[in-house]
């Protein structure tokens, strides 16, 4: 069965500040993976899906911008954080048709 | 375009009660639905799966079934127990795309 890391656990950063969150995978090869964000009070929204090395697909206009350097690598990513990037991030893969998701980055703009 | 809600958004009960979670979808041109479980502050943990040729799934005392010609899910939980309280969350895939769309959630409390 897959394993996916998410790191940092939480962040808190000022606005304007840039960002990096990193997910891995362990225990499959070319997976599908997947960014969402859970705000405080609301559901889980994607924000990038990929299907390989170097695809990405953005999902919704935002602030935001998503890479995959390796296979089972996905980093999340901004050049100046708003107020409004505050929220939960995690980080997904699909095993056959179940998705799978990682412990998840508590992030707060200040 | 796809829409998942789920009823009710809390719930409240005594250990021991057996329950039913709903969660309803417009699209019923799904492949599966999913049913995952968030504690405070974590990740989601996969429930159970349930895949449009079939009509439910068991893991315990976890039973989902499945009727997408009426767009609707259920979660039952039997004999439920104080380690059962967090959120239970569906989610079902965009038409012809592995990418879900979730519910809102129904956020479950079970008291001793």
């Known amino acids: 069965s897959q394993t996916i890391h998410q790191w940092p656990a939480t962040l808190v950063q000022p606005v304007g500040s840039p960002l990096s969150l990193e997910c891995t995978v362990e225990?499959?090869?070319?997976?599908?993976l997947y960014w969402y964000r859970q705000a405080a009070g609301r559901g889980l929204q994607l924000l990038f899906y990929?299907?390989?090395?170097?695809?990405i697909s953005s999902e919704v206009p935002q602030n935001l911008s998503a890479s995959r350097p390796q296979d089972r690598q996905f980093i999340l990513s901004s050049k100046k954080l708003l107020l409004s990037d505050s929220g939960f991030y995690l980080c997904?893969?699909?095993?056959?048709?179940?998705?799978?998701f990682g412990p998840g980055t508590r992030l707060t703009v200040t | 375009k796809q829409e998942v809600t789920q009823i009710p958004a809390a719930l409240s009960v005594p250990e021991g009660e057996n329950l039913v979670l709903n969660c309803s979808f417009t699209?019923?041109?799904?492949?599966?639905l999913q049913w995952f479980r968030q504690d405070p502050g974590k990740g989601l943990t996969s429930l159970l799966l349930?895949?449009?040729?079939?009509r439910e799934q068991t893991s315990g005392r976890l039973n989902a079934s499945l009727d997408k010609s009426s767009g609707r899910s259920t979660l039952y939980i039997a004999a439920s127990q104080p380690g059962d309280s967090a959120t239970y969350l569906c989610?079902?895939?965009?038409?012809?795309?592995?990418?879900?769309?979730f519910g809102t959630g129904t956020r479950l409390q079970v008291f001793p």
């Open positions: 997904a893969s699909l095993d056959t048709y179940e998705q799978y």
């Open positions: 225990g499959t090869s070319n997976p599908n």
């Open positions: 990929s299907v390989g090395i170097g695809q």
């Open positions: 699209d019923s041109a799904i492949y599966n």
């Open positions: 349930i895949q449009s040729s079939q």
């Open positions: 989610a079902v895939p965009i038409r012809n795309t592995d990418k879900l769309i």
